[in-house]
């Protein structure tokens, strides 16, 4: 015959630490993917007024306008 099997021994606290343990990590789970979807939104949106300022630009070269950002009062954000 094989070695016999001992009981294990599992605490009562362990279900209500592991649950514990589970809502937090769902909690940091949340957070993080709010963060990331809030820093998509905008890092996009920055990016589309930096093609804005640069598709105006360059109208504005093809149109003959002289007039550097700084005459026209367009801040440009980097």
């Known amino acids: 015959p094989g070695p016999s099997?001992?009981?294990v021994f599992?605490?009562?606290s362990l279900p209500s630490q592991a649950?514990?343990?589970l809502?937090?990590?769902q909690e940091n789970f949340q957070a993080l993917t709010e963060k990331l979807t809030l820093r998509n939104i905008?890092?996009?949106t920055w990016d589309r007024i930096s093609d804005l300022e640069k598709r105006v630009a360059d109208l504005m070269i093809e149109a003959g306008v002289e007039n550097s950002n700084e005459e026209l009062g367009i801040?440009?954000?980097t």
């Open 23 to 25: 809502c937090r990590l």
């Open 19 to 21: 649950e514990n343990l």
């Open 42 to 44: 905008l890092f996009g």
């Open 10 to 12: 599992i605490p009562s």
């Open 75 to 77: 801040k440009t954000f």
């Open 5 to 7: 099997a001992s009981p």
